[in-house]
C-alpha cells in the first residue's frame, strides 16, 4: 500500500553523522521536523534531523494534505469542552500555520490548488445536525463559512458548511522543498536512525539504532508520537488508522470535502500530469482495534464505485494519526527536562496546519520568542471534557489489551504455518508468538510489543503487527515501523 504521493520516489542520499555535539537535534522529517529544523537553521542555528525511515515517509507522505482552517467537526466539539479563548488560539494557530505554508510554497513554485472546504451532512437527520452545529461554530468563531444546500457531487447529501480559499498540496513535493532549503541554510538530515533513547539534563545525548550519539542543547520530537515515554503522552494519545484511494477520473468535484457523520468519507481532487484525480479516504478506526484493515478498504471501494463509477483505481494507502484526549494538538516540553526537550504531536489528522502550528511555536520557544496563541494552548486548564477523554482512551487500552492477550493464550499455534500474506498470534510455550507468512517467508516472533507489552494483532491489509494499546507497529520480520515502541519486536524463542 503505497501513497499517490511517495510512488516512484528515488532513494534519498543521506547526510553523514559523525556523533559530536551541535545545538539542536530534531526527530522526524515530516512537516513539523523539517519546518522546526528550517527555522531554526534560518536563524544561524546548527541542526541535524534524524529520521528512522526517510523524509515524508509516514504521516505526512501519507496526508490527504487538505489545507484547510475547516476541520470536520472540530469546532463545534471543541467549543464543547473549552473556553472560547483557548478555541480562538487553536483558530490563530492554524491560521498562522496555513499562511505561512502557502506563503512557503509561492516563494519555492510549489504547485497549490485553492479549494473550497466543505464539512457536508451525508444525511438529514445526525449527519444535518452536526453539520449545522458546526457551521455555527465556525461563523460564532469568525471563519466566513456559508451554507449550501445543494453541493454539486455525485452522492446525496442534506447540505454542507463551506469555507472558500482553502487549499490542496502534494505533501511530498512539501517536502522535497523543505529538504533542499534547510540544507541549504547548513542543515543536515540522517535517515535509517532510530532514536533509542536521551539521556542527560544541562547536555542531552540521543542514542540511536544504526548510527552513533549525538549530543545536543535542544531536542524536538516530531514523530507522530513521542519516542521517549517520560512525559506519559501515550497515554492522552488516540492512534487512528484511516484509508484512501486516489483514482482517475474525468471529473473529479473540484471541492475538498469530508462528512460530518460516520462513516467518514473525504474526497478532494488532485493533478498528475495531464490526469486528474480524484482521492477519497475514510473508513477510520483506532490501531489494530478492527477485525481486518482490509475490509475496511474494500468498503471504501465500494462507495466509491458506487458513487463514481467511471473513476479508475491508481493507488490506495493508509495513513496513522494521533488524536489527543481534549482534541487539541499538544505543543510543549517534555516534563524534567529543563525545557530542552519539546514536543509536537495530537493534531487529529489536521496536520498540514497544526503541523506548521507547531513547527513556529516550537522554534519560536528555542530562539526565545513569544507566541501569544502558542501559550495559552500549552497553558489551557484541565476541563471535565478533557478527564472523560483521558478516561475513555485508557478504558479502551485496558479493554483492548485484555482481549488480545486472551485470545492469544487460547489459541495454541502448534506448527502453525499461515498462508501467504495472513498471519496468526497464538501460544507456543508460555510466550505469545505471532507468525506470518510473506513473500515465501515464514518468520515467528513474540507478540509481546516492545513499548509496553501489549500483544500485537495482523494487519491484513498492510502485512504487520500492529499493537491496539498505542499503536506501535511492526513489519513481518519485526522491526519498528511507527512509534512509541523504539525496538524490534524479540525473535520467537527456538526460531531462527
Known amino acids: ?82 473556553s472560547e479563548d483557548v478555541v480562538r488560539a487553536y483558530v490563530e494557530g492554524n491560521r498562522e500555520g496555513l499562511e505561512w505554508l502557502l506563503r512557503y510554497c509561492a516563494e519555492h513554485d510549489v504547485g497549490v490548488l485553492r479549494r473550497p472546504a466543505v464539512t457536508y451532512a451525508s444525511d438529514g437527520g445526525e449527519g444535518l445536525r452536526r453539520a449545522k452545529e458546526e457551521h455555527e461554530a465556525a461563523r460564532y468563531l469568525d471563519l466566513g463559512v456559508r451554507w449550501e444546500h445543494d453541493l454539486p457531487v455525485p452522492f446525496p447529501t442534506s447540505g454542507g458548511t463551506v469555507l472558500d480559499e482553502q487549499a490542496e498540496v502534494d505533501p511530498m513535493a512539501v517536502v522535497d522543498a523543505l529538504v533542499k532549503d534547510l540544507r541549504a541554510h547548513g542543515g543536515r538530515i540522517v535517515t535509517g536512525s532510530r532514536v533509542r533513547g536521551v539521556t542527560g539534563t544541562g547536555q542531552l545525548t540521543v542514542e540511536c539504532r544504526g548510527g552513533p550519539s549525538v549530543v545536543c542543547d535542544q531536542l524536538v520530537l516530531a514523530t507522530g508520537t513521542p519516542v521517549l515515554d517520560r512525559g506519559l503522552h501515550f497515554a492522552r494519545l488516540s492512534p487512528e488508522r484511516s484509508y484512501a484511494l486516489a483514482l482517475e477520473h474525468p471529473a473529479p468535484p473540484e471541492m475538498m470535502l469530508i462528512s460530518s457523520h460516520g462513516p467518514s468519507r473525504s474526497l478532494r481532487d488532485a493533478r498528475a500530469g495531464d490526469a486528474r484525480l480524484l482521492l477519497v479516504g475514510g473508513e477510520g478506526h483506532t490501531v489494530g482495534r478492527t477485525d481486518s484493515e482490509r475490509l475496511h478498504v474494500d ?31 499538544v505543543i510543549d516540553t517534555m516534563p524534567g527536562s529543563s525545557e530542552r526537550i519539546h514536543v509536537a504531536t495530537g493534531y487529529g489528522k489536521w496536520g498540514m496546519t497544526n503541523g506548521v502550528a507547531a513547527a513556529l511555536a516550537t522554534a519560536a520557544r528555542i530562539l526565545d520568542g513569544h507566541v501569544p496563541w502558542a501559550r495559552r494552548l500549552q497553558d489551557r486548564p484541565v476541563r471535565a471534557g478533557a478527564v472523560r477523554g483521558f478516561a475513555a482512551i485508557n478504558a479502551g487500552v485496558v479493554a483492548s489489551g485484555a482481549r488480545h492477550v486472551a485470545g492469544a493464550a487460547l489459541r495454541p499455534l502448534d506448527d502453525t504455518t499461515p498462508a501467504e500474506g495472513e498471519g496468526v498470534v497464538g501460544r507456543r510455550g ?7 507468512t510473506v513473500d515465501g517467508r515464514t518468520c515467528a516472533l513474540s507478540a509481546v510489543c516492545t513499548h509496553l507489552g501489549g500483544v500485537v494483532e495482523w494487519n491484513d491489509a498492510e502485512q504487520s503487527w500492529d499493537c491496539s494499546l498505542h499503536g506501535s507497529r511492526f513489519s513481518p520480520s519485526g522491526e519498528v515501523l511507527e512509534g512509541p515502541a523504539t525496538r524490534p519486536l524479540r525473535p520467537a524463542r527456538g526460531s531462527d
Open 1 to 82: 500500500m503505497t501513497s499517490l504521493w511517495l510512488q516512484d520516489r528515488e532513494s534519498f542520499p543521506s547526510d553523514s553523522l559523525d556523533g559530536g555535539r551541535v545545538q539542536d537535534v530534531v526527530v522526524g522529517a515530516g512537516i513539523t521536523g523539517l519546518v522546526t529544523a528550517l527555522l531554526l537553521a534560518r536563524a544561524g542555528r546548527q541542526v541535524v534531523v534524524l529520521e528512522a525511515r526517510t523524509p515524508g515517509a509516514v504521516t505526512t507522505g501519507n496526508s490527504t494534505a487538505k489545507v484547510s482552517l475547516l476541520q470536520a467537526t472540530r469546532y463545534s466539539q471543541l467549543l464543547g469542552r473549552h
Open 430 to 436: 508460555p510466550v505469545p508468538t505471532a507468525v506470518s
Open 299 to 329: 468498503r471504501l471501494r465500494r462507495w466509491t464505485r458506487e458513487h463514481f463509477p467511471e473513476a479508475t483505481e491508481v493507488a490506495h494507502w493508509s495513513a496513522q494519526d494521533y488524536g489527543s484526549h481534549d482534541l487539541l494538538p
